[in-house]
């Protein structure tokens, strides 16, 4: 099952976060498709720890991006993946306990969080870190 594909309306113009973009989008579509035949818990969460390991990382480097150019938005961006991060692992630590299950609803929730976010703050810095990079 796929729940969310790569079109170029998603690229922000910078080769690496366009890659790790899709390498988020593609982890999604695997915990979908494990959720879809209804993998074994220990998949599936071998799935969910790859994709907030990774999600962790690709946020780190637009942080480094944001500091290292003094972008103007740096910490309401931050502010936006702390969030996140934030509640994946209170999602985490709730389907360890059996208090919540990894099913549609985190898939609605993982989709619509990175597309909003992507087109939305993602957009955002597009331009700035273009010229910022080439000027680098």
């Keep these: 099952?796929?729940?969310?594909?790569?079109?170029?309306?998603?690229?922000v113009g910078i080769d690496l976060i366009d890659k790790q973009h899709k390498i988020l989008i593609r982890a999604i579509n695997l915990l979908a498709m494990a959720v879809e035949y209804n993998s074994s818990r220990e998949l599936m969460r071998e799935i969910f720890?790859?994709?907030?390991?990774?999600?962790?990382?690709?946020?780190?480097?637009e942080e480094e991006l944001f500091d290292r150019f003094s972008y103007p938005e740096t910490d309401k961006h931050k502010a936006e993946h702390r969030s996140l991060l934030s509640q994946v692992v209170?999602?985490?630590?709730?389907?360890?306990?059996g208090e919540a299950e990894i099913g549609p609803e985190v898939l609605k929730f993982l989709v619509n969080w990175?597309?909003?976010?992507?087109?939305?703050?993602?957009?955002?810095?597009?331009?700035?870190?273009?010229?910022?990079?080439?000027?680098?």
Excluded at 4 to 10: G, V
Excluded at 90 to 97: A, I, P, S
């Design 90 to 97: 209170n999602l985490e630590q709730r389907w360890k306990t």
């Design 49 to 61: 720890v790859t994709l907030r390991d990774y999600t962790d990382t690709h946020f780190a480097y």
């Design 114 to 136: 990175l597309r909003t976010h992507i087109l939305g703050s993602d957009k955002k810095y597009s331009d700035f870190l273009i010229r910022a990079l080439g000027h680098a």
């Design 1 to 11: 099952m796929v729940v969310l594909e790569w079109s170029d309306e998603f690229s």
